[in-house]
């Protein structure tokens, strides 16, 4: 089967290519945040899902990743054919002007490491190391054939999700099936804290960090955010913490920064966080899209845009992605027809039998619904570049084509290196240990 990922080729650079990007500082306090590497500091910040490839494209903004360092939690370097659809990033580098800029270091973040503890397909839903994850329309797999259907107690899976503070769930944009995992990991809420019994709970599972030194700790109290990497192996009904950092990272000054999340710690406009990341959209001059402050609460899944002044995203733009997301179930793309991802590059082969193609390296199928502009599927052909605007479909493996749109020269940018790549193969999921 075709994999929803971007290619093991070299990839050459984009034209006009994108950024947003992530501020290098760490997390909470005491235990500090990943380690991630570098010293200048950031021109702009952005946090969201992989929606796209051509280099990539996050929170709508296409992003230059040719020369960008790719790190995953534990700052350990990365290539940037590890990048996948729905995967949750962020991303530093230079000015953004018109939607496009060049990154200079992307950042894997996943929400959850660890094993299947109970599968409900029907309902969209499952367990992973005590957490409830919400799987929906939007949820891109890897390394899973028949989706959420083809998991099993048991199983390991790394999960890429948007967390839900006020419910306590995890919605999931990206899962990977794992394999051989030496350790698990979560980011959540702390909750139950116990700091003599040294405990404390995220979701359902209890955390015992007694193995971290008191010196290596964040600032740890109920409702603080964390990321633990934990044994994989329970011990009196525990997960055993062997590293706990602060779950909220810190953007440069005056960073240019994007963040999308679901809303927690509402007090008002002028307070509150998207994914953790402290939001101020009590300006007269804020623009409001899809909704009005009115929907602005917990729970409630948006995207800020805006300069970071003394450690606040000072939101000029408030974009409200869904305004009933209590459920869990992902409807954000309502305002854009469900076009939620966007690929751009050069075919190198053509149209299959089965109405099949692959760019850059993700499967795409056409039929009777997709729009062409410039051309016809007789088009589809080695060689010939296209911009394709699709949903996922088949239990998340694949991208069903709304548009297709042929484009002049070369376009192709950081992924795919002519459009060859890993798209047509089926070797199994990759094992990105951390």
């Known amino acids: 089967m075709s994999k929803i ?5 070299a990839r050459t650079a984009l034209a006009t290519a ?64 590890d990048l996948g659809l729905g995967m949750v990033v962020e991303v530093e580098g230079g000015a953004v002007q018109n939607q496009a800029g060049s990154a200079s270091r992307i950042v894997m973040r996943s929400e959850i490491k660890g094993p299947v503890e109970a599968v409900d397909a029907a309902a969209g839903a499952l367990t992973v190391l005590g957490q409830h994850v919400l799987v929906g329309s939007q949820t891109a797999f890897e390394g899973l ?25 995890y919605t999931a944009t990206r899962i990977e099936a794992e394999s051989g995992a030496d350790r698990y990991k979560l980011r959540g809420a702390v909750s139950g804290l116990d700091t003599t019994a040294r405990t404390f709970r995220i979701g359902d599972a209890l955390i015992d ?70 939001v101020d959209a009590s300006g007269a001059s804020v623009e409001f899209e899809h909704g009005t402050a009115a929907d602005v609460a917990n729970g409630v899944r948006v995207e800020a845009e805006g300069e970071v002044s003394g450690g606040v995203l000072i939101a000029r ?74 949903r996922l479909v088949a239990n998340g493996t694949l991208i069903e084509a709304t548009k ?10 950081g992924h795919g290196g002519g459009g060859e790549g890993r798209g047509g193969e089926d070797d199994g999921p990759d094992d990105h240990e951390d």
């Open 5 to 9: 990922h971007t290619p093991k080729t």
């Open 317 to 390: 733009k408030l974009e409200i992605k869904d305004r009933d997301s209590r459920d869990g179930h992902d409807d954000e793309d309502e305002h854009e027809g469900g076009n939620e991802f966007e690929l751009h590059g050069q075919l190198a082969t053509g149209l299959s039998s089965d109405q099949r193609f692959v760019l850059r390296g993700v499967t795409v199928q056409v039929g009777p619904g997709t729009e062409f502009e410039d051309g016809s599927a007789a088009g589809l052909v080695a060689g010939a570049n296209v911009e394709v605007e699709g």
């Open 209 to 278: 960090y007694s193995q971290v030194e008191a010196g290596r700790l964040p600032a740890l109290a109920d409702g603080a955010l964390v990321r633990v990497k934990l044994q994989t192996a329970r011990v009196g009904g525990a997960w055993v913490a062997t590293k706990i950092d602060g779950g909220v990272r810190e953007v440069a000054e005056r960073a240019e920064t994007e963040a999308e999340g679901y809303v927690s710690d509402f007090a008002s406009l002028a307070s509150f966080r998207v994914n953790g990341l402290e």
């Open 145 to 169: 054939a028949g989706g959420l259907a083809a998991l099993q107690v048991g199983d390991t899976v790394e999960v890429y999700a948007f967390f839900d503070a006020k419910a306590g769930v």
């Open 18 to 81: 994108a950024l947003i990007v992530l501020a290098a500082c760490g997390g909470g306090g005491g235990g500090g945040s990943d380690d991630d590497g570098g010293d200048a500091a950031p021109q702009s910040f952005s946090t969201g899902k992989i929606s796209g490839f051509g280099s990539i494209i996050v929170n709508g903004v296409r992003f230059d990743d040719s020369q960008a360092t790719v790190l995953d939690d534990d700052g350990e370097a990365r290539g940037r054919d």
């Open 404 to 413: 297709v749109g042929f484009e002049d020269g070369d376009e192709d940018g």
